[in-house]
């Protein structure tokens, strides 16, 4: 088993910037996979970023350009980066982990990032 524990949501104003983090424990040898996903209200839950462990990474093409994710292997912790954060990028941002890519097995208790002036 493999837990998750995000933390860095909250609200911001159109323009500004977050940064997500989620540390991993527990199994970590199974984690090769890692990223975030997010679900606003009425919508399913989308692909935000996702990182292997070896530096590979996808993103949503919504927030290319604008947000970074990133890997602390040591710590087994992935960040997110996120600027020019917009209003449409409210949603409850999930950590994800696993053995698989870029969806894995493992999901965060998810963090609220509101974009509202």
């Known amino acids: 088993q493999v837990q998750l524990v995000e933390s860095g949501g909250g609200l911001v104003q159109p323009g500004g ?36 462990r070896g530096g590979r990474t996808n993103y949503a093409n919504s927030v ?11 710590k ?16 409850v941002y999930y950590c994800n982990a696993g053995g698989t890519y870029p969806l894995g097995a493992y999901w965060g208790q998810g963090t609220q990032v509101t974009v509202s002036s």
């Open 76 to 91: 087994n912790t992935v960040y997110l980066q996120m600027n020019s954060l917009k209003p449409e990028d409210t949603a």
């Open 17 to 52: 910037s977050l940064r997500l983090s989620c540390a991993a424990s527990g199994s970590i040898f199974e984690i090769y996979g890692m990223g975030w996903y997010r679900q606003a209200p009425g919508k399913q839950r989308e692909l935000v970023a996702a990182s292997t």
């Open 64 to 74: 290319k350009g604008r947000f970074t994710i990133s890997r602390d292997n040591a």
